[in-house]
Structure formats: structure tokens, C-alpha cells
């Protein structure tokens, strides 16, 4: 079977959209018999043909377990699986294949580094710092971590613009300081967090930095060397792949000091009822059969992102986001929640009057697809004292008509 899809690029103009749009297949079907308008990518987004093939060739040609048989479809699999771990260490620019740790997603990185990392390092009185964007996925694992330790959870404050107050963030960094976990891109705002800043900042005070790359993977250059963080992690889902693979990469020092995740199969060296010795990075993390399929598939998405071009992607996503944002700021009792200097191509916005949830019914029935709620950020709904908003999120196979589309809906109601 090819997965091989050839991706037209008009150079002087960037993409050619609409020759994208035609490699993802759930772009053709309609809803409530209009055609699918997709703005729910920050939630998760949608996969081109190349992802799905590969997920179905696996499954028709190659199917085995990795790294223990000697076979043949054994041996394919294994070699498509580690595959991707190549694909995603040039991704993010990574020292070493070591370093990539696959997961089930950003979540389960997140809880991978508070579950070993945090209960090797934090001790009571230590503090540990997150921001007010952070998706639940990046506060409730250090809470528990807190609450077992002892440790204290402190927040970087944001304005009124949904930006963080860096000066603040400042006087938050004390000796007692271990971790500052934060996100690079807010899901609910789009704001893009200072992360270089924020880490040479936390290094100088000895503490280490876990970046959550949920949101900026997909959107932003990623150079973890470059950026210097000890952590980062995200999903392939947000990033044109399947749900339940994503990786977390750390420094190699990091990784080898921290106790393993879970216990089993492939994370081991020898068993013996006595005593059992771990295996080298990144098996020793990588406890069980693993997600192989959707790990293969993810390396489709990378090769679509990379043979569209990241630079592309961005120049197409801003001018989609600048365009909503002025589109939707005509219409009367709209108000922008998030309004960033920098941000992701996402647009949070309130109607006066209107429930969220009503306006996403709303735009449901002219088949537009967004996000209402409180988007798993519940802390920073509570900052701007609203229950949640309306999110449309763009990705490189959106359209300006399309925006048009979500701005007469609105018009209209
Ligand atoms: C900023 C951020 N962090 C973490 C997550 C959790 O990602 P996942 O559900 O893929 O584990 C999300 C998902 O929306 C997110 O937007």
C-alpha cells in the first residue's frame, strides 16, 4: 500500500490549502447537511489519508509485537516503530533517539515526571510553580504530588489580556523552588508563553522545567537543545495523528537518575524474585506492549507536517487567526477572551447574553464544529470570571471562507 501522499506547495504562496484539504477524507462529509466546518483543533485534529493508511497497513501487512521476535512481521514492526522515535528526535531536534519516550499522551508524560521525577526530588516545604493558563493535565498531577509531599503549588498570575505577568513569575523563584512546569501555548487563550525566558529564568534558580507542548508541537518551531527545558511533552493528536501515542522527552542525566514508571514487561533488563534491573533508555519507561499501531501512523503525521513545511503551516494559521479575530470582533456583544501579543491560531470569544453551549448548538446545526466550556482550564475560566467560552481553533486545512462561515452562523442567531 502507498503511504507516500504528495503534498502540493505553491511556494510563493505558501500552501495550497485546498490540495490539502484533499488529504484529509472527513473533510468531504457534512454535517446537519451542510458541509463540515472543522474548528475544533486544539481539542484534537483532524488526520490525512497518509495516517490512516499507515494505521491500516500495519494492521493488514505487519501486525506483531515489537522488539522480541525474531520473525519477519516482528522485525517490520519493530523497525516502523522505532522509526518514529527517529522522526520525532529530528522533530524537536532532540541530542539523542534515548531522550524520546512514547506515551499515551501529553497527560500521561506529565504524570510520568510527577510520579518519578517529583517523588524522587520534591520533599516537603518545596514549592513547585505552574502558570494560570495550564490545562488541568498541567495542575492536578503536581496537586497530587503536593498533597502527598507536603509541597507547595504556586501560580503565575496573568493580565487582563491573558498573558503572563513575568515580573511576578520572578518574585515567585526562591531557593525552596524544584520544578516550574508550564504550558508553551495556551489551549483556551492561544497565548504563547515566553518559555526561554521563563527556563533560563528557573535555571538560574536551580530548578528544573517541565514544558507542556500540547498546544505549540503542532504550531511552533521545536527545538528542545535550543530551548534548554529538562521535560517536554505532547500528543500526536493535536499534531495531524492518532490519539493515544504522544511522547515525552527528557535530558538524558534526567532520565537515567529517575526511577522507572511502571513495572512489566520491556522496562526490564533481568527479573529475578530477588531483584530486578532496569533496561536502558527509553525501554525503561516504556513498560508493556506499547501502542505500536498508532505509534507507526504518528510518523505519517510528522512526514505530512514536514513536507508541508511548519513555516508554511504558521504563515497560513496566523493569517486565518487574524482574519477570525477581526471577523469576529464586528460582530455586536462578541468579546475576545485571550488577547495575547503572541499567539496560536486559536480565538476564545462570549456572545452578551448567550450561553457558550447554546452558540456551539447554534453553529452545530450550520455544521460548524467548535469548542464550548471551560476547555480544562477551570483556574483560568475563574480568572476572567466566566464559565467558559466559545473556541474556534484553526489548522493548516481551515479557510477564510470558512471563518466566513462561523461569522454568518453567529450573525444569525
Ligand atoms: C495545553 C494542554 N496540555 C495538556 C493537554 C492534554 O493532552 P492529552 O489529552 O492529549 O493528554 C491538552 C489537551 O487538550 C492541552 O491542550
Known amino acids: 500500500m502507498n503511504t507516500n501522499h504528495d503534498i502540493v506547495i505553491d511556494i510563493k504562496n505558501g500552501i495550497?490549502?485546498?490540495?490539502?484539504?484533499?488529504?484529509?477524507?472527513?473533510?468531504?462529509?457534512?454535517?446537519?447537511?451542510?458541509?463540515?466546518?472543522?474548528?475544533?483543533?486544539?481539542?484534537?485534529?483532524?488526520?490525512?489519508?497518509?495516517?490512516i493508511d499507515a494505521l491500516v497497513n500495519y494492521y493488514t501487512n505487519y501486525n506483531a509485537n515489537i522488539h522480541r521476535g525474531i520473525h519477519t512481521l516482528a522485525e517490520e514492526a519493530t523497525m516502523a516503530f522505532e522509526a518514529t522515535r527517529d522522526t520525532v528526535q529530528q522533530f524537536i531536534n532532540a541530542r539523542s533517539r534515548e531522550e524520546i519516550v512514547f506515551t499515551r499522551g501529553t497527560t500521561e508524560g506529565?504524570?510520568?515526571?510527577?510520579?518519578?521525577?517529583?517523588?524522587?526530588?520534591?520533599?516537603?516545604?518545596?514549592?513547585?510553580?505552574?502558570?494560570?493558563?495550564?490545562?488541568?493535565?498541567?495542575?492536578?498531577?503536581w496537586q497530587i504530588l503536593c498533597e502527598e509531599k507536603k509541597a507547595i503549588l504556586k501560580i503565575i498570575p496573568i493580565n487582563n489580556k491573558g498573558e503572563l505577568l513575568i515580573d511576578e513569575y520572578k518574585k515567585l523563584l526562591n531557593p525552596k523552588t524544584k520544578l516550574?512546569?508550564?504550558?508553551?501555548?495556551?489551549?483556551?487563550?492561544?497565548?504563547?508563553?515566553?518559555?526561554?525566558?521563563?527556563i533560563d529564568t528557573a535555571h538560574k534558580a536551580g530548578a528544573v522545567v517541565l514544558i507542556d507542548g500540547a498546544q505549540s508541537t503542532v504550531h511552533l518551531d521545536i527545538d528542545v537543545q535550543e530551548m534548554d527545558c529538562d521535560f517536554f511533552a505532547f500528543s500526536s493528536h493535536k499534531l495531524y495523528g492518532p490519539t493515544g501515542i504522544g511522547i515525552l522527552w527528557g535530558k538524558k542525566d534526567l532520565l537515567e537518575?529517575?526511577?522507572?514508571?511502571?513495572?512489566?514487561g520491556e522496562m526490564i533488563k533481568e527479573v529475578t524474585f530477588e531483584k530486578t534491573t532496569y533496561n536502558d533508555l527509553p525501554y525503561k519507561y516504556e513498560a508493556g506492549t506499547?501502542?505500536?499501531?498508532?505509534?507507526i501512523a504518528f510518523k505519517a503525521a510528522l512526514d505530512f507536517v514536514n513536507q508541508t513545511g511548519k513555516e508554511n503551516i504558521r504563515k497560513h494559521e496566523e493569517?486565518?487567526?487574524?482574519?477570525?479575530?477581526?471577523?469576529?470582533?464586528?460582530?455586536?456583544?462578541?468579546?475576545?477572551?485571550?488577547?495575547?501579543?503572541?499567539?496560536v491560531?486559536?480565538?476564545?470569544?462570549?456572545?452578551?447574553?448567550?450561553?457558550?453551549?447554546?452558540?456551539?448548538?447554534?453553529?452545530?446545526?450550520?455544521?460548524i464544529a467548535v469548542r464550548t466550556g471551560h476547555h480544562c482550564a477551570q483556574p483560568l475560566m475563574d480568572c476572567f470570571k466566566i464559565p467558559g467560552t466559545v473556541r474556534a481553533s484553526f489548522a493548516v486545512y481551515n479557510t477564510k471562507e470558512e471563518i466566513d462561515e462561523l461569522a454568518t452562523g453567529l450573525y444569525s442567531n
Open 16 to 51: 495550497d490549502v485546498y490540495a490539502i484539504r484533499q488529504q484529509f477524507p472527513i473533510l468531504n462529509r457534512e454535517v446537519k447537511g451542510k458541509p463540515l466546518v472543522y474548528f475544533d483543533n486544539a481539542a484534537t485534529s483532524q488526520k490525512p489519508q497518509s495516517v
Open 110 to 141: 506529565i504524570n510520568l515526571v510527577a510520579y518519578t521525577w517529583g517523588r524522587q526530588n520534591i520533599e516537603a516545604g518545596d514549592e513547585i510553580i505552574i502558570s494560570s493558563l495550564e490545562h488541568h493535565s498541567n495542575i492536578v498531577p
Open 345 to 367: 491560531s486559536v480565538v476564545s470569544f462570549i456572545i452578551d447574553g448567550l450561553h457558550p453551549q447554546d452558540i456551539g448548538i447554534l453553529l452545530d446545526n450550520n455544521g
Open 290 to 295: 506499547p501502542n505500536i499501531a498508532d505509534a
Open 319 to 343: 493569517e486565518l487567526l487574524h482574519y477570525a479575530t477581526n471577523e469576529l470582533q464586528q460582530i455586536p456583544g462578541v468579546k475576545i477572551i485571550g488577547t495575547a501579543k503572541e499567539k
Open 180 to 198: 516550574v512546569s508550564v504550558g508553551h501555548a495556551s489551549n483556551a487563550l492561544g497565548t504563547i508563553n515566553p518559555v526561554k525566558q521563563i
Open 257 to 264: 537518575a529517575m526511577p522507572p514508571f511502571q513495572g512489566g
